[in-house]
């Protein structure tokens, strides 16, 4: 139902979104998965209708962006990544002012929202900026919800909100996939996107690798991905960068507080790693990957080309 073909944005002489594809269909979440500036909300905005398309095509079940926008408008709820409800009204008064916007009345939209709102209604007369972040959230969905949506667009939603009040969103969000809505959300968090059923890994406006959260981590399966851990905090940045410099045939980084490690090539890393190892103490140990170090691993594979 939704189809974006070689989408291009540039901002002044910044190429944000280069040839950007995707397709969702209903019963379906797909993230777009990135760090900050990767051009997620870009790619959000100008399929919500928000924002020109300087390249490329976009549809939603058939009907153009470019055309038929106040079509469009009516078949989607965009939940745009800052907080952008009005803190001094009400809860209730902000879900008002958004049934207002799309003339329906709660009786109207309720079988959508009250999954959400039921969760709310006790809260319904404080003000929206005094909700605590998850709840903010939720109240933000909510209002999204009243025109119910065949497609939602969900910009960075858990951004900012505790991890008990994340794993509660996506199970709404799971609710609503369940019921025929699609979704597209974007998240800089790598744990989120095995909460959807495609994944877009993108960087600095180009998409690195698309598929399944599942088939994404099975496919760099010739190559081996280390952990090191136990290096002291104070002297583990140091010791990443070292790796990298005396062996430029491997990719290292940060992940909490140890160090990963990719092979550029298609080898062991076993004994390099046990010889970076042998003036300072610390582990090494073979891991699965996740989808942080799928990003990783692409991002070094496009770099080296
Ligand atoms: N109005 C604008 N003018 C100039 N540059 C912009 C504008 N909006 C975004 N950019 C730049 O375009 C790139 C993509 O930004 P975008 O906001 O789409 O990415 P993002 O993945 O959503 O990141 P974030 O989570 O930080 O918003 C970034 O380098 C950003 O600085």
Partial sequence: MLRV??????????LAVDRFSMEANSHEIVGLIGPDGAGKTTILRSIATLQ???????????????TDFLKIRKRLGYMPGQFSLYPDLSVWENLSFFMD??????????????????QLAPFKSRKSGQLSGGMKQKLALCCALVNQPSLLLLDEPTTGVDPVSRREFWNILKD?????????????????????????????????????????????????FYQIEGIPSSEIYRFKQNIMRRHPEVFAYLSG?????????????MNILQETLSRVSGIIREVTPDIEDVFMFHLTNRNDV
């Fill in 5 to 14: 073909k070689d989408f291009k944005r540039h901002y002044g002489d910044l």
């Fill in 52 to 66: 020109n398309m300087e390249d490329g095509e976009v549809t939603i079940d058939g009907l153009d962006v470019r």
């Fill in 101 to 118: 916007i799309h003339g329906v009345r709660y009786e109207q939209c309720k079988d959508a929202i009250d999954p959400i709102f039921s």
């Fill in 176 to 224: 609503y996939r369940s019921q025929g809505t699609s979704m597209v959300v974007s998240t800089p968090y790598m744990d989120e996107a095995m909460m959807c059923d495609q994944i877009l890994l993108i960087h600095e406006g180009k998409v690195l690798e698309s598929g399944s959260p599942k088939a994404l981590i099975e496919k760099p399966r010739n190559r081996s």
């Fill in 257 to 269: 507080k140890a160090i990963r490690v990719i092979a550029k090539k298609e080898h062991s890393l």
